[in-house]
């Protein structure tokens, strides 16, 4: 249970600080002050790489196979995310 608890908290964190940096870094290169928030979706890409550490850990079992089948949904709602953005809210 801890490397998991771990696990979760830094890719949390780490989500949480590249936004940041991100902003910042459009912010130098554009000079315009556009911060872009975190949403949950922004969750959903990292998901994927969630449930296949676990179906490696849980190989052959029931709960590997379960949570496996999570993946195809997980890609799917960032594929959506990138091919519903808006590119009017581009930084140029």
Known sequence: MCPTVVGGTSLFFGII????????????????????????????????????????????SPVGDIISKFVPIALTVAGVETGTANPQNRVD
Do not use: E
């Not at 872009?36 to 969630?50: E, K, N, Q, S, Y």
């Not at 296949?52 to 052959?60: E, F, G, R």
């Open 17 to 60: 600080a590249g936004n940041k940096i991100s902003n910042r870094i459009n912010k130098h290169f554009s000079g315009q002050d556009v911060s872009r928030g975190i949403r949950a979706t922004d969750f959903a890409p990292h998901l994927d790489d969630v449930c296949l550490a676990i179906t490696l850990m849980a190989d052959k």
